[in-house]
């Protein structure tokens, strides 16, 4: 498989610039009290269809050629790649279709279904995923853009970690959640090529940690299917998110349940955004690892704002 390299995130960016927003960073003053940092907020919970993953599926989506977008594009997803996938062969005027869990949350399947997308259901579990996925291939024909293991979408995601840096000046780290590490590889391969003194730190649900036990085994570990709150960090690594994973992250760090409800429920009261799950786990990790960041000049990717908001996590009964 190919590794991208920095000259694809350049042409990703050219190519993907009229389909996305370049996103706000914020930052709290409260925040940095907390943690004893300066935290800036790179706001992809902003970006079209609510999530960073529109960087990548439009990078795929727009650099196929006419044959090949003809039979449309398909995919598996628990849910914000599913939806910007949908929303990018939207605007290229070609069919995309979706494999999704059951269990997805109902605001990424209506989402979904707005941008034109055809779901297929499966079980919550990876083998379940990939294998209605076979089915739906054979039957459609069409492109397969994984949510995070192919170059276009490293590619892709990798423009907002080019941005940040374009916004911040000389930040010490950048940390951002990790489930199959799309997003994690687009920011190593950013910094790596254009920022090697900044760290890049991942940060993971503890009931989803099978980043961090691979990060410490030195090979990827696989859960089948972990029940986590952070719905988007579900998946596991695979080769090519486990090349920028294991060759440039400095370390991963996880958080359980309640404190990325904690941390998710804060921000929203601290800062009045709309973040899901799944982006509080690296203000989580913050929080518990005050000593790590002290004093440094730390990027924080809020990766989506995704939201059921009829089944908020600290809602009870």
Known sequence: MHVPTFDDVIAAHDRI???????????????????????????????????????????????????????????????NHALSLSYAAGRRGIPCNVVMPRTAPQAKKDAVRGYGGVI??????????????????????????????????????????????????????VIAPIGGGGMISGTCLTMSAIAPGVDVYAAEPLNADDAYRSFKAGRIIVDDAPETVADGLKVPLKDLTWHFVSNHVADIFTATEEEIIAAMKLTWQRMKIVMEPSCAVPLATLLKNKDVFRGRRVGVIITGGNVDLDTLPWMKG
């Open 17 to 79: 610039r009229p389909h996305i927003h370049r996103t706000p960073v914020l930052t709290s003053r409260y925040f940095n009290e907390l943690v004893g940092a300066e935290l800036f907020f790179k706001c992809e919970n902003f970006q079209k269809a609510g999530a960073f993953k529109v960087r990548g599926a439009c990078n795929a989506v727009f650099g196929l050629g006419e044959d090949q977008a003809k039979a449309g594009v398909c995919t598996h997803s628990s849910g």
């Open 120 to 173: 297929t259901e499966c079980e919550a579990s990876t083998s379940s995923r990939e294998a209605v996925f076979a089915q739906v291939q054979a039957r459609t024909g069409g492109e397969f853009v994984h949510p995070y293991n192919d170059p276009r979408v490293i590619a892709g995601q990798a423009t907002c970690s080019r941005e940040l840096l374009e916004q911040v000046e000389d930040l010490d780290c």
